[in-house]
C-alpha cells in the first residue's frame, strides 16, 4: 500500500495462477479475494487479460506505463478469445465483443471465454447478448458499464474471485444511482470445493453452460 500504491512507484506485480488455478490442492492455495483488497488501494492498477493476445498487448503497454499495475493470470492454457492482432486495448477501456438488445455479461479474465460462449449459446434462442471484455478492473470502464445498464436493462458478471468486492461489485456500485437487475456469478462466501479448475467452475456455474 505504501510503496507501491502510496509512492506511486513504477511497480508490476505479476499474480501468476490467481483465482482457483491450482484446483485440487485446494481452498489454501486459491487467490479469490486479491481484487477486493487491491482495489482500494488508491493509485493502484488492476488488470487481467483474457488471452494470449491480449496479454501480449498488455506487456507491450506497461513497458512505459509509469503507475504500479497488479497483474493477474491463470496457470494453465486458456482458449484464444480474439483471432488476430487487430483489437483495440487501452488503459481503463472495455472491449465489446458481440452486441445485444436483451442482456449484458460481462467478464474479465479467463470468464471472458465463457461469457462469450455463453452468449453464443443464447443467441440461438433469440436472446440478444452483448458481450463486454472488462480487463481493466481499475480503472474501470464506467461508461461501458452506463451504458449496457440503460441499452439493455440487464447485467450478469462473471469473475473468478469472491462475489464480494470484485468485478460484481464493481459494477453495482457503478450502476447504483440508476439501478438494473444485476446477477453476480463468483465464488460464494465459503471454502472452494475441491477439484480441477474447470471442475470449480463447472460447480460454481461460471463456465458457458454454468451462465447459460
Not at 59 to 80: C, S, T
Not at 88 to 114: P, Q, S
Request: hydrophobic residues 40%; negative net charge; proline residues 5%.
Amino acid at each position: 500500500k505504501v510503496d507501491l500504491a502510496y509512492s506511486q512507484n513504477n511497480v508490476k506485480i505479476l499474480g501468476v495462477s490467481g483465482g482457483v488455478a491450482y484446483g485440487a490442492l485446494g481452498a489454501t492455495h486459491h487467490s479469490l479475494h486479491d481484487i477486493a483488497v487491491l482495489r482500494t488501494f488508491p493509485g493502484m492498477n488492476i488488470v487481467l487479460p483474457c488471452d494470449a493476445r491480449q496479454t501480449k498487448k498488455l506487456v507491450e503497454f506497461l513497458i512505459d506505463y509509469p503507475e504500479p499495475v497488479y497483474v493477474r493470470v491463470g496457470r494453465a492454457a486458456v482458449p484464444d478469445v480474439y483471432e488476430n492482432d487487430d483489437f483495440d486495448f487501452a488503459i481503463g477501456k472495455a472491449n465489446r465483443l458481440l452486441d445485444g438488445t436483451d442482456l449484458t455479461i460481462i467478464g474479465t479474465g479467463e470468464t471472458v471465454y465463457h461469457a462469450h460462449q455463453a452468449a453464443l449459446e443464447l443467441r440461438k434462442y433469440g436472446i440478444s447478448v452483448r458481450v463486454l471484455d472488462m480487463s481493466f478492473i481499475k480503472p474501470c470502464d464506467e461508461e461501458a458499464v452506463l451504458k449496457a445498464a440503460s441499452e439493455t436493462g440487464r447485467i450478469i458478471t462473471v469473475e473468478e474471485h469472491s462475489q464480494y468486492g470484485g468485478l460484481g461489485a464493481m459494477v453495482t456500485e457503478i450502476i447504483s444511482e440508476n439501478p438494473v437487475p444485476v446477477k453476480i456469478l463468483g465464488i460464494p462466501d465459503e471454502n472452494v470445493v475441491h477439484g480441477s479448475s474447470s471442475e470449480i467452475f463447472a460447480h460454481y456455474g461460471l463456465d458457458a453452460p454454468g451462465i447459460v
